[in-house]
């Protein structure tokens, strides 16, 4: 919309300190009459008189008349009920030089904001284009993350079933196909990140950071090829909460691909936070992998738990490998806030997925180069950690 005003007599005007002075603005809708734009002489007035009072003369060459024609036009319509008093300040903003805000223990970068503007954290709820702003979005309060490619997209449907309105959905695709899942009514409402050939941990260290997902109390950090008959999320909760879990899994079938005593299903209890076999595993029946341990295949963290995991978390070892044996640094006591939920146990099926894509190199299948990857990430997690403790052991003793 634009707008006409006698702009030299409305400039005149507001060169001086205490000036009323009658000026008019001509909607350029209505080109055949000039409008009192706030619908009487008195409230022009009352602005007149606001104007000079809030815009001394020293920045009165700042104030762009075609601009206050415009915005008390717009105000006007919106609130037939509009003063300088209650909205001038909408139009025009004090100098820079007379606001001095610094605030030290606000986000770092974020020191010269009011605190009371400052969104230090997010969510992943989802918005809708039209809503009306006091109108409630859905808040689910837990979250589930899946790596999937679209070729295991029945076993995923199948875990997704088991994952009540609760919980906010993330897809990580790493084959690239994201529009294909729309044949699942539950994939509206799911998001959806695509990068080819990434991994979980790769993901999830860009795109879960703490503050991201904070609303959440407890984040399911997946694969893909997991059975879960035997398995509901709801009730997996309870028992996490029962028990004090901070870092958790459910208990594996032990028939299919089962790498680690800890992690096995047992039937006779509902959460273990101890191996029973120890022969020749640990030092320490306390320490992992005997107790404080769960496999990165399928973690639930709670959301403390999470926020110290991510930080541990490397951005060039991409695999994960290394990590289980360092979850147990994130809570204390780890034998008491780690353990397997037995009573929602899940199958591993192992069957082909992110470590298959790709092509042979040097006439080695792909899954035997993510295999050597994944070893050598593991060598590489261990040696940092234990020059990080070194060098933290160094700088305290002096």
């Known amino acids: ?147 999937v490619g679209y070729l295991q997209k029945a076993i995923v449907d199948d875990i997704i079933s088991k994952f009540s309105e609760n919980f906010s959905f993330v897809l990580l695709h790493y084959d690239g196909k994201t529009s294909e899942w729309d044949e699942f009514e539950w994939s509206q409402r799911a998001i959806h990140v695509s990068i080819r050939r990434q991994t979980k941990w790769w993901y999830a260290k860009r795109f879960l950071h703490p503050d991201i997902i904070a609303p959440y109390e407890y984040i399911f950090l997946w694969d893909e090829d997991l059975g879960v008959e035997n398995f509901n999320a709801e009730e997996y909760i309870k028992l996490a909460r029962k028990y004090g879990l901070e870092i958790s899994q459910p208990g594996l079938d032990p028939k299919n691909f089962l790498q680690w005593s800890m992690t096995e299903r047992r039937d006779d209890v509902e959460v273990h936070k101890e191996t029973v076999d120890r022969t020749g595993w640990c030092r320490d029946p306390h320490l992992p992998p005997c107790a404080g341990f769960v496999e990165i295949m399928a973690p639930v963290f709670s959301r403390e738990s999470w926020r110290c995991v991510w930080h541990m978390i490397q951005n060039d070892l991409v695999h994960g490998w290394g990590l289980d044996l360092s979850l147990q640094r994130c809570v204390k006591p780890a034998h008491e806030k780690i353990g397997v939920v037995d009573a929602q146990w899940i199958e591993h099926k192992g069957v082909p997925s992110l470590g298959d894509q790709g092509k042979a190199i040097d006439g080695k299948a792909p899954w035997k180069g993510v295999r050597a990857r994944c070893f050598a990430e593991w060598k590489e997690f261990d040696r940092r950690m234990w020059k990080a403790e070194q060098e933290h052991l160094n700088l305290t003793m002096h």
């Not at 000026?23 to 104007?51: A, D, K, Y």
């Not at 970068?109 to 009011?114: K, N, R, V």
């Open 1 to 147: 919309m634009r707008m006409n005003s006698n702009i030299s007599s409305l400039n005149a005007a507001m060169a001086m300190e205490t000036s009323i002075f009658p000026f008019t603005c001509m909607n350029s809708l209505f080109p055949s009459q000039q409008l009192w734009i706030l619908g009487s002489r008195e409230l022009i007035f009352s602005f007149q008189v606001e104007l000079a009072r809030h815009v001394p003369n020293p920045y009165s060459e700042r104030i762009d008349p075609l601009f206050f024609c415009e915005q008390i036009f717009l105000n006007s319509i919106q609130d037939p009920l509009f003063t300088s008093e209650t909205k001038y300040a909408n139009l025009v903003s004090k100098p820079k030089e007379s606001i001095k805000i610094y605030v030290p223990t606000n986000p770092r970068g974020a020191e010269s904001l009011p605190p009371g503007i400052i969104e230090s954290q997010s969510d992943l709820y989802l918005h809708g284009l039209r809503r009306n702003l006091t109108e409630l979005v859905a808040k689910p309060k837990y979250l589930l993350v899946l790596t």
